[in-house]
């Protein structure tokens, strides 16, 4: 009998089938103990090549998938002791962190636009601009997987860049508990338990936990407390249930500048840079328009300047503008979900999940602290508060102006439904796959903001009067700073935001992949999604806004549309595949943004992706590798429109266009292979370049996007060696990341050309089991690099110094 094509990958089940009607007697007991190996990546490579349909909820296998898919498996997270979202980022090309990351959470883009972050399918927290964002642990991940492209038919209302989707570990039906211990550098430790066993023939659970703390290089120190339980449930051999609780309670210390780059603006000067600029090249304003300095201080200016200013981070070791007053992100997240499957025959199937999730978030963080060295801005040299700080006549070459510290308070909750329905069918000796889902998303969002500013904080009234100034102390030297005393609330703080933000999204939609003769498989899919957002304004200080002082009544807008994908694949042979892949997404043009209610809010964003790839596989399936050539972009993006002038222009000029975006365009390489029993290799690395074209009115129109660098490469290998005459091999890894220069650039503040520089780290490890015992050693930046890791705003985030960490675990 044929063969038939089955998959219970819908939304988060992670199991993955081939069965014949015959087959399908197997128990899902059976299948459940089977689970984690039917995903896995490495180790177990032909797995993967043969069932890699979880991202697109089908069967296909990776080789036939018309889409640009990633999977980092279990193994090489516990290899390279990821413990974090971001540490993966090395894993999977074209994924790197987002410019103006102000230190908050993941900050993650794919292929230079928005990622949505996804458990098992399901919404787990968004970037949300950066405003407040959960850093995402893997202690309750087993693999993560990387759809690139929008998948709004796949995952409901998401990013123009992709789904992260973290698969997270599930009970299985074998006895299995694990207790592992973690040392290491800046008094970091953590101890952790993972146990799953069979309850009855029918029930399994898995409980997982750790509690880890760490004061973290530079003292941007963490603290996690994480508890994790599912309880599964075999109703009958075609039924299954699994209720599943998170609980998340964090603590990171929030460091928003980093290293500043100073800002000296060298067409200010004729294009001198400021390795070469002289004190008589830092002229004062001939009108009189900006600050004044004498010849003693243009001197004293002019030896405060190296050659890396208004281009690159000032370096200042592991110091950092950190200010006592600064609070930690303090978040706690609580999630619960439902998941149902059934097969109703043995080529139908139904998942359904229904999922809970509440995350609150507090800090208070330190923003701006510009350093200005000298500008000429719209004419002017030295603007006040665009300049040198001189108090009583004394010059202040290092100081920081214009701070502003931000105490947020923000509580997002969110419920969220899908169902898939799988249909698999033979037409003519052709196999099909029909996939039916809906999905529906509610989200709401409570934010307030406080502010306190320094000095350089002027509020008038239309009399002219001061009704507001800042009270901070400027920073005189950003090597060595002068804090503040007391606490956020001495320093007259001013409401700046105090909103509701509510968005709904609803969508249905239809995938077939269909299987042909001569190797060709397609994927069409289409979906309708509806999204509806609502803002209500509780009002905030009259002082910081006499306009916005006053509550209003609760705005609603709403927009809907198709979107849809188109992929076919070629396979001339079984070991080489080409791909072509076309998409389009839509999601909200804005989750926080604010919302006018009276038909002038804009369209929802959508985006475009296409996709021209090769996949060949080796070594008995045990090589994996892909090149891909990609062009993605958001598109309907609203910018300015520079003849409009309010109370002037007529009724026929608009006020705003909507045909701005951003795109990127490159290529992108990853590579997965077991070579015998001794060598495990990954190796990715992505060509890309992103640029920002949102407003072609703007100096920055097709610019860098910031952060997102041209080159990414990585490679991480693992030799099994068999050394020292013990009874089990040792396993030595060494890896090496190569991250080009990223764009800080700001035409605004005067620093253009702005950069982080490029880095190469070496990391390594050395692991060995015996019996079930496992020690491992990890070895981070090997050889002592000094780099930035981060492009931050202005600025970059110095990455950590060589560091190491020794794991200890134990298994029953």
Request: net charge negative; aromatic share 10%; charged share 20%.
């Amino acid at each position: 009998m044929k063969q038939m094509r089955l998959s219970a990958v819908a939304l988060g089940c992670a199991v993955s089938l081939s069965v014949s009607a015959e087959q399908h007697n197997t128990s899902i007991e059976q299948q459940a103990s089977a689970e984690v190996e039917r995903i896995t990546v490495y180790g177990r490579q032909n797995k993967v090549v043969m069932n890699s349909g979880l991202a697109t909820k089908s069967d296909m296998s990776l080789m036939e998938t018309p889409a640009a898919v990633v999977v980092v498996d279990e193994e090489l997270i516990t290899t390279q002791g990821a413990t974090e979202l971001q540490e993966l980022l090395r894993n999977i090309s074209g994924v790197t962190q987002a410019g103006n990351n102000y230190g908050i959470g993941d900050n993650i883009v794919i292929r230079g636009l928005g990622a949505n972050y996804t458990y098992d399918g399901m919404y787990g927290g968004a970037g949300l601009g950066n405003t407040f964002n959960p850093t995402r642990s893997l202690t309750n991940v087993e693999s993560v997987e990387v759809l690139k492209g929008p998948a709004t038919g796949l995952y409901g209302m998401g990013s123009a860049g992709g789904v992260i989707n973290l698969i997270e570990k599930k009970p299985q039906f074998n006895a299995s508990h694990q207790f592992t211990a973690e040392v290491g550098q800046w008094d970091s430790y953590s101890l952790g338990l993972d146990s799953t066993a069979a309850l009855t023939d029918k029930a399994a659970y898995r409980l997982v936990a750790k509690h880890a703390r760490s004061e973290g290089y530079r003292d941007i120190g963490t603290d996690r407390d994480e508890a994790y339980a599912s309880l599964k449930y075999l109703l009958s051999d075609q039924q299954d249930i699994m209720l599943s609780a998170a609980y998340i309670k964090d603590a990171i210390a929030v460091d928003s500048i980093g290293h500043p780059i100073r800002i000296y603006n060298a067409a200010s000067v004729g294009g001198k840079p400021a390795g070469e600029v002289s004190w008589q090249d830092l002229i004062n304003d001939a009108s009189n328009a900006g600050l004044q300095l004498s010849d003693e201080q243009r001197h004293q200016l002019a030896d405060s300047l190296s050659a890396g200013d208004g281009l690159t981070p000032y370096a200042f070791g592991e110091a950092g503008i950190i200010s006592p007053m600064a609070k930690d992100n303090e978040g706690e997240e609580l999630r619960f979900k439902l998941t149902h499957n059934i097969f109703f025959a043995d080529n139908l199937f139904l998942n359904q999940q229904l999922q809970y999730r509440d995350y609150q978030s507090g800090f208070a963080r330190q923003t701006g602290a510009y350093n200005y060295v000298y500008w000429n801005r719209n004419g002017v040299i030295n603007s006040d508060p665009r300049a040198p700080l001189v108090v009583d006549d004394r010059l202040y070459p290092f100081a920081a102006r214009r701070q502003e510290y931000r105490q947020v308070q923000a509580d997002e909750t969110s419920w969220q439904y899908f169902a898939d329905l799988r249909y698999d069918f033979s037409v003519a000796g052709i196999d099909n796959e029909l996939l039916v889902n809906a999905n529906f998303e509610d989200r709401n969002i409570r934010f307030k903001q406080y502010s306190i500013y320094d000095a350089d904080k002027v509020i008038k009234n239309k009399a002219g009067e001061v009704i507001y100034q800042g009270q901070l102390p400027y920073i005189f030297d950003i090597r060595s700073p002068n804090w503040a005393q007391g606490q956020f609330e001495d320093y007259d703080p001013l409401m700046t935001s105090n909103y509701n933000k509510k968005v709904q999204a609803w969508g249905v939609g239809l995938q077939h992949v269909g299987y042909f003769d001569f190797g060709i498989t397609t994927r069409i899919g289409v979906a309708f999604n509806d999204i509806s957002q609502r803002y209500e304004h509780y009002g905030v200080d009259a002082r910081y806004s006499a306009s916005l002082a006053q509550p209003t009544p609760e705005a609603d807008t709403s927009d809907d549309g198709m979107t849809y994908n188109l992929g076919i694949t070629y396979m001339p042979t079984d070991d080489l595949s080409f791909f072509i892949n076309h998409a389009k997404g839509r999601t909200a043009y804005s989750v926080l943004g604010s919302l006018k209610g009276d038909g002038a809010d804009r369209d929802d964003s959508e985006s475009i992706s296409n996709d021209i790839g090769v996949r060949f596989k080796a070594f008995d399936d045990q090589m994996l590798a892909s090149i891909v050539v990609f062009e993605s972009s958001r598109t309907n993006l609203q910018y300015n429109n520079k003849d409009y002038e309010a109370g002037v222009s007529g009724p026929d000029v608009a006020q705003y266009f909507y045909d701005g975006k951003e795109e990127t365009k490159g290529v992108e390489l990853d590579l997965n292979a077991h070579l015998g029993e001794r060598w495990a290799i990954n190796v990715n690395g992505v060509y890309q370049d992103a640029r920002d074209k949102q407003d072609p009115n703007s100096t920055s129109f097709d610019t860098r996007q910031k952060g997102v660098p041209y080159v990414t490469a990585s490679t991480w290998v693992t030799y099994d060696a068999d050394w020292f005459k013990l009874p089990s091999p040792l396993s030595v890894s060494l890896g090496a990341k190569y991250v080009d220069e990223r764009s800080t650039h700001s035409a605004s503040f005067g620093i253009p050309d702005g950069y982080v520089p490029s880095y190469t780290v070496m990391d390594a490890a050395l692991s060995y089991q015996a019996d079930s015992w496992t020690v491992q050693l990890n070895v981070n930046n090997l050889l002592d690099e000094d780099y930035y890791e981060k492009a931050m705003f202005l600025g970059g985030m110095p990455g950590a110094e060589r560091n190491a960490k020794l794991s200890l675990s134990y298994r029953l």
